[in-house]
Nanobody, 122 residues
């Protein structure tokens, strides 16, 4: 599975962005998917995850109620809708694919996109 994340950019606090992750490979639909972010000088952290079926999701407490993860198997894509953005959401966002449903550990994901930068100004 190859992943490519895009949709990042500069947005003011309180604004919205939608990140997309396009996957290639016939087995995409069988993978659980997730988004992580990495702020400058910090470790990569869990943001949200979605099961292979799309029926189950999980979120970090810091984004719960503001971000929504979804997937479209027909388009081989996973999305992260980000609303009410805060300056502390500024980071490079990575999509990932793995075999462990709703895992919050980076070690559970074997495939990673290249990352897309989100900058939230105050």
């Amino acid at each position: 599975v190859q992943l490519q994340a895009y949709g990042g950019g500069l947005v003011q606090a309180g604004g919205s962005l939608r990140l997309s992750c396009a996957a290639s490979g016939r087995t995409f639909s069988s993978y659980h998917m997730a988004w992580f972010y990495q702020a400058p000088g910090k470790e990569r952290e869990f943001v949200a995850a979605i099961s292979w079926s799309g029926d189950s999701t999980a979120y970090a407490d810091s984004v719960k109620g503001r971000f929504t993860i979804s997937r479209d198997k027909a388009k081989n894509s996973v999305y992260l809708q980000m609303n009410s953005l805060k300056p502390e959401d500024t980071a490079v966002y990575y999509c990932a694919a793995g075999r462990f449903s709703l895992s919050r550990s980076i070690n559970s994901y074997g495939y990673w996109g290249q990352g897309t930068l989100v900058t939230v100004s105050s």
